[in-house]
Each structure stands twice: as structure tokens, then as C-alpha cells.
């Protein structure tokens, strides 16, 4: 891969309630907005060469792909590793309930039934790893908030941290082949010694 190309999905039914949800299994399809906001991100896309879609588990992520690439034949792959994190018993409850929660706990606390943050950072830079290893030249990867965040910042060599910020809605963030391999270094390194 040279060039990754990297859009967080469309507004979906649970993140307009500001719900949690880390379940493949559960039905979480876009909103109306959402869906115009997948339409846009396809009107962004429309000049990119893009050579294979990477996307996540979930319906609302493979959802916009599918809105954003309509016409386009352009082959679609999943990366589990990339999936939002398992939230344990704040599965399906307030986002804020679960951030006040996660925002005081170390890097090796999990919710029972979840994950903790160090397992989720090597999985997603597990993920982003086989991206970045694959033979296509532009990589478009249509995912969570979460994984997008911690990549957008490792590429500033800033690891992750407690609290990080929300990722806009079908925005595409653009990262070479020569931004990545440091940026994964800086989470790999991190999921090996976690600490905030």
C-alpha cells in the first residue's frame, strides 16, 4: 500500500443517541443524515483512485462504503481487528456513562465483558499492519472513530491517551506509506507498554 485514505462512517442510529455499541451482531444502520453524509464522502472520493475498500464488521461502516462507492467498482475487504471496541456490560448504554467510567481506569482495565485499552491498540495496530502490507496502491478504509483517532494522532508521534477526541463524520483523512510505518511503530510500542 502507498497511500491509505481513511473516512469514519456515517452518522448511525446508536451515535445519534450517543450509544455505545461494540457488538457486530447488533443492527446499528445509518441515519437519514448518515446516509447523506456517506453520499458526500462519495462526492469527496469521486477524483480518487481507490484500489480496495477496507472495512469493519459493522452494519453502519459497510453501509457507507457501500453509499459512498455506489457506481464504483472497487472490491471490499474486512478487517475485524479494526472493529469498534467490546464494551463489556456498557454495551448498548451512554457513551458518556461509559467514558466517565474508562476516563479514570488504566490502560489495563477492562469493563467486565470488554476490553481493555491495550488489547484494543494492538489490535488495531494489528489491522492497520495488514493494510499497510497489502499489495494495492490506494487503501480506502471505512471505520470506527476510535481507530481512526489513535492512528490520526500516533501519526504526530502522540500515543494514546486516556480521553481521545471524536472523529468527524465521513471526513477523509489522508496518511503515505512513509506516515504510517512510524505511526504504527508509536502504537505498537504503546500495546507493549501501555501507560497514560
Not at 491517551?161 to 477523509?172: E, G, H, L, N
Amino acid at each position: 500500500m502507498k497511500l491509505l485514505l481513511l473516512a469514519r462512517h456515517g452518522e448511525s442510529e446508536y451515535s445519534a443517541k450517543q450509544l455505545v455499541n461494540g457488538d457486530p451482531g447488533v443492527s446499528c444502520p445509518l441515519t437519514e443524515t448518515g446516509r447523506l453524509q456517506a453520499r458526500a464522502l462519495g462526492r469527496i472520493l469521486a477524483e480518487e483512485q481507490i484500489d480496495v475498500c477496507a472495512v469493519t464488521e459493522f452494519e453502519r461502516v459497510r453501509e457507507t462504503a457501500q453509499l459512498a462507492l455506489a457506481g464504483r467498482d472497487v472490491p471490499v475487504v474486512v478487517v475485524p481487528d479494526l472493529n469498534d471496541p467490546r464494551y463489556g456490560e456498557f454495551e448498548g448504554g451512554s457513551l458518556d456513562v461509559y467514558r466517565e467510567w474508562i476516563v479514570g481506569r488504566g490502560p489495563l482495565e477492562a469493563p467486565p465483558g470488554g476490553e481493555h485499552r491495550a488489547e484494543i491498540v494492538s489490535r488495531y495496530a494489528a489491522g492497520f499492519r495488514r493494510l499497510l502490507d497489502r499489495p494495492e496502491g490506494t487503501v480506502l478504509l471505512v471505520a470506527h472513530s476510535l481507530p481512526i483517532a489513535y492512528l490520526r494522532d500516533a501519526a504526530s508521534g502522540t500515543p494514546p491517551r486516556s480521553k481521545m477526541d471524536q472523529v468527524d463524520y465521513a471526513t477523509v483523512l489522508r496518511l503515505e506509506r512513509q506516515d504510517l510505518e512510524p505511526a504504527l511503530a508509536v502504537l505498537e510500542a504503546w500495546a507493549a507498554s501501555p501507560a497514560f
